[in-house]
């Protein structure tokens, strides 16, 4: 009996409590990883979020407007009299006020509290009739005086400190000619217009005198660094022809040309490089007719002019190469106008901004090669009469008729950003044409900004084109052969040898490609050129060739075999073009195909250029192509295949009315990951290109990209400067490309996927 009882099944209730058991825990451990789930995926969009904040976060300040502040109204320090020249220190603790009469007067910079006077050399009894000043950076600035001279100075200040550590500024102004003024016209008569540059190759002084002669005078001061005597060699010259009605005169920075203003707009533009023999090289209309020129002002560089008119109007204008040596004054780009007639126009020491006043009291910022404005406001119900920068371009500072000055500290760190200069044609300072320029660093401070992302964007997509052209063919047919064709024997080995090559490091494919691939192509381009062109070509020639062969001879190649026959043929396909090459480029190429298309087809020839880089990136992207793409296309059930085929299709009717539908929206999926990976590589393109920022696409030349770009610039840009946020805006331009393609690409693998579900 109790045998009996042990063999007795366990009671009803106890099998449901275990299997209740079972299920409930079952179902707790997939709601927990359903939550763990949803947690990744929202940590993978905060994540994402992050990135796109953080990134935005340190490009916004490029375009954000300056910041104004600490805005004062005084007035003028001094004894009274017409102002001829403004200054500032950099810590924007002094500012210096020169008057016509020789006074200088140093005071506080936001409160006007006067610190100490000074008084130009200017000889006694005679008269100054004209003032002019040089380039700012030199503080200099000279005097035209009623008996045919001119005194040139330098005004600045000198800084000390006292016992206490406190910071003291003292005057200080020299004569760079000499304090003996400077005799323009040896006939005495009145010097009413006037122009001065000086640096460290002398001082060049021009003059129109009261009976209509346009004078120049050139002094060059040599010193003895053992004896210290001077020796002094001055060139003058009459300029002819000259203008009669001459309103104003200026010399470019480096003293080899001169401007003269006649008239309502017509400029004169000479060659001084010899003081001695002037030379007219153009007359111009600045404006249209019936428009008056009423400001004049050179950029920082003495390269381009700043027209300003009495309707507002703003214009640059620059010297343009036309033939050999031969320049024309071009106007280049106008910027938006002021509210009324220009009275006053003002450069920046070492950038390529400005400001302009207008009669209304208005006060405008500009930034040249941005063709951007970047303040525009009304300081005074008076004429501005002069303006200033700091040396550090941080503040205005700005005089009316009525004699107040008004000053004011000016955040504006990023004037050289604007949608035009990062993505539009920019005309830059001594190019023939607008273009698109990626050059961040230069050897002088006269560097004029290039920012254009333009080309670095061109290069990103001209490096995924070319690996892409590379890429598909190879891994889509690849995997749909594997997957379809293949016998599982084979694809056992094929697949994972594929897969394992995506683990491969890039920076040994670069390293590759720019020391051996670069050259061998070079070397070897017609050769090369044969074998990618008759590539497909060879695998339809094999394959028409195994077909016209016996079926008892193809039937003794197992099934899924087949591929093997191509590796032996495409050996010697490849060994055959090669040793071909060299008599074709002997042929036809007079023995140097890359010398035959940069001097002959002008065709420009790298050795880094994008067919390298094409083929080293399509050995680097095909691997994740082919790997998603198998899978797709192997995942596609096998129910669906065998009724088709016993609906009596063939296996090509198969595969591409059944299969590919079906697998299509992983097939789109490997190809736009394998595309974000060629968007995304640094190290190949950094390796095995010119890193040329060039907009060309030729397969003979090559790029720079953002990803490289960044790699290569970051380590080298200060925190904080326009360059350092421009690279994260490289940065941001990927992310939003790469997000923008995957949105799209998800769409439509979405689309694919409703489309071809119910096949």
Sequence with gaps: MSSTQASEPAPRSLVVTSVDRAMGRRLWIDRWFKHLMTAGGLGVIVAISAIFFYLASVVVPLFTPPDIDRA?????????????????????????????DGNVTYADFFRGDVHANQRIALPPHVQVNSIALGDRASRTLA??????????????????????ARRIIEPDIEYPAGQEPIVLDSQGHPIIQLAVQSGADGTTVVGASQ?????????????????????????????????????????????REMYVLAGARELWRYDISDKSAPVLLEKIALVPQGERVT??????????????????????????????????????????????????????????????????????????????LLFQRAVSDQPLVRLAYPPRGNAY???????RLHVAHVENDYPEVSFYATWQKVWY????????VWQSSAANADFEPKFSLAPLTFGTIKAAFYAMIVAVPLALLGAIYTAYFMSPRVRGFVKPTIEVMEALPTVILGFLAGLWLAPFVENNLAGVLLTVLTFPLTFFVAAWLFYLLPQNVRLLVPPGWEAALLIPVLIVQIWLCLAVGHPVEAAFFGGDMPNWLSNVAGIKFEQR?????????????????????????????????????????????????????????????AIMIGLGRAVGETMIVLMATGNTAVMDFSIFTGFRTLSANIGVEMPEAGVGETHYRLLFLSALVLFGFTFVVNTLAELVRQRLRQRYQTI
Excluded: C
């Excluded at 005097?143 to 206490?164: I, N, P, W």
């Excluded at 500072?397 to 004699?403: M, R």
């Excluded at 059930?637 to 299969?659: D, E, F, I, N, Y």
């Design 397 to 403: 500072i700005a005089e009316d008729a009525a004699g």
């Design 143 to 164: 005097y035209g005086l009623s008996d045919g001279r001119a005194v040139v100075a330098q005004v600045g200040f000198k800084t000390r400190f006292d016992a206490d």
């Design 295 to 372: 400001a004049l002002t050179l950029l920082s560089g003495g390269f381009s002019l700043i027209v300003g008119s009495d309707r507002g109007r703003l214009e640059q204008w620059f010297p343009v190469r036309e033939e050999g040596t031969r320049f024309r004054l071009t106007r280049i780009r106008e910027f938006e106008p002021m509210p009324s007639a220009i009275t006053v126009l003002e450069p920046e020491y070492h950038r390529k901004g400005f400001m302009a006043g207008d009669d209304k009291g208005n006060l405008g910022s500009y930034f040249a090669t941005s063709k951007r």
């Design 609 to 669: 250029n994008s067919l390298v880089v094409g083929i080293a990136m399509g050995f680097a992207v095909t691997p994740a192509i082919f790997s998603i793409a198998e899978d797709a296309v192997f995942s596609v059930p096998k129910h669906l295949t065998t009724g088709s085929l016993a609906l009596g299709a063939t296996p090509w009717q198969t595969l591409t009315r059944v299969v590919l539908l079906t697998a299509s929206p992983g097939i789109f999926s």
């Design 72 to 100: 004062t109204t005084y007035a003028a320090p001094g004894q009274g009299g017409q102002v001829v020249a403004l200054q500032a220190d950099e810590r924007l603790e002094e500012i210096i006020r020169v008057q016509a």
């Design 211 to 255: 009976d209509g002669r346009l004078l120049v005078s050139g002094i060059a001061i040599e010193r003895n660094p053992i004896t210290g005597a001077e020796t002094v060699d001055t060139r003058s010259a009459e300029v002819l022809p000259a203008p009669t009605d001459i309103r104003e005169i200026m010399i470019e920075f480096k003293q």
């Design 429 to 436: 300072e001594s190019y023939e044409e607008p273009t698109y």
